[in-house]
């Protein structure tokens, strides 16, 4: 499991330590440098000499640009506030992942203003890193990193065999969770922490219904292939009481949280012991209790033995973990919350400690504290 991330010089970090967990929650206002970490994560597994057995890189060179971020060249990377040493020297970015074991890599990337790739001074398929590695979730096969920018309500969706069948990936957008579901609905989820309990079996296509009907009750989900194209086409109906089920809706017509939130349970759902999630946003387009299930979905993916790393705007979200704690879902030594916030001397990082009942050990200002202020306001 990855313990910590170190960053020096890139984008919105000068120098900082992010410390994590089975399950870390990044919290902050926008732009204080949330997205920057799971960037990072993602840079590393982009860079990685093959992802899942798929070759993308030599290993030698941080990868700007791939299907995971697309970080643009040198002069994006590099801290904006990056202060020259001495002339002619050659800025570096740091990167470091501290591990369990305990053990602790760090890579060193040279600056070129206008590349696409940064050389690194240690190999990402560097003999001497395979021990560490192995215990880093972020190299392992399983791993997700889902966006806040996912896909909307569609018509279609792209087929990939080899992405949604083959690896089980879902692309950071999601576009291809309606593949992986066609391709997966029939496989069991085998951990029993991420059962519903109002599931019909262990099936994942059962599982996803029970899951999603919390958000909208009775929905019943059908992936098709569509015959002759590289295309899947997703379908919504929905049960009622002493009524047959309604006819099937295409995703336009349907509510955008729907669509949007199917990618986040999949990955939750498929999560693989000792492999990586990075979820931005689980809350998007959700009203409060979906936002509270998707918070216990996470939890349940973690207890699952995956490592979650989830920004989060919401403050269900966050009771939702804290719940998960008081219920002994999850230690809180399991919990890591990481709120980011901007001065003028530059981001700094508050680490919040929750306690066996879920209770936080500080509530520094903007965390998660706009009910608070917005009540006072109106009680004064």
């Known amino acids: 499991m990855i313990t910590t991330l170190g960053l020096t010089n890139f984008k919105a970090f000068a120098s900082a330590e992010i410390p994590m967990g089975r399950y870390t929650l990044l919290s902050g206002l926008n732009s204080s440098g949330k997205s920057t970490v799971l960037q990072a994560l993602a840079l590393l597994r982009q860079s990685n000499l093959k992802l899942a057995g798929v070759r993308v890189g030599s290993g030698d060179a941080l990868v700007l640009n791939g299907e995971l971020v697309e970080l643009g060249s040198g002069q994006d990377a590099l801290h904006e506030d990056y202060v020259l040493e001495s002339p002619g020297t050659i800025p570096k970015i740091g990167l470091s992942l501290g591990v369990t074991g305990p053990s602790l890599v760090r890579w060193q990337a040279s600056y070129l203003r206008d590349a696409n790739e940064l050389p690194i001074d240690l190999p990402l398929g560097d003999p001497s890193l395979l021990g560490a590695l192995d215990m880093a979730t972020l190299f392992n096969r399983g791993f997700q990193y889902l966006r806040a920018d996912r896909i909307n309500p569609a018509v279609t969706f792209p087929k990939s065999w080899e992405r949604a069948a083959s690896i089980g990936f879902l692309g950071t957008h999601g576009e291809f969770a309606v593949d992986f579901l066609l391709h997966h609905q029939d496989d069991p989820v085998p951990n029993p922490a991420l059962h519903h309990k109002a599931a019909a079996s262990s099936r994942l296509l059962d599982q996803v219904e029970a899951w999603m009907s919390e958000i909208c009750p009775g929905v019943k989900i ?28 295409r995703p336009t017509n349907v509510g955008f949280g729907l669509t949007y939130v199917l990618p986040m349970v999949l990955a939750c759902l498929s999560a693989q012991p000792d492999a990586m999630l990075l979820l931005e946003n689980p809350e998007a387009h959700l009203h409060p209790h979906g936002q509270s299930v998707m918070a216990r979905l996470t939890c349940a993916a973690a207890a699952s033995g995956a490592q979650l790393v989830v ?7 966050l009771n939702g973990v804290r719940l998960a704690v008081k219920h002994s879902l999850l230690r809180p030594d399991d919990v890591v919350l990481d709120y980011f916030s901007r001065g003028t001397a530059g981001i700094e990082i508050i ?17 998660f504290d706009e009910w608070d202020r917005a009540i006072d306001e109106l009680l004064d």
């Open 351 to 367: 680490k919040p400690v929750l306690d066996t009942d879920g209770m936080v050990s500080q509530w520094p200002p903007g965390f």
């Open 311 to 317: 920004e989060t705007h919401s403050d269900h979200v």
């Open 222 to 249: 059908q992936a098709t292939a569509i015959e002759q194209t590289d295309l899947v086409k997703l379908g919504f109906q929905f049960t009622r009481a002493g009524q047959p089920m309604t006819n099937l809706y």
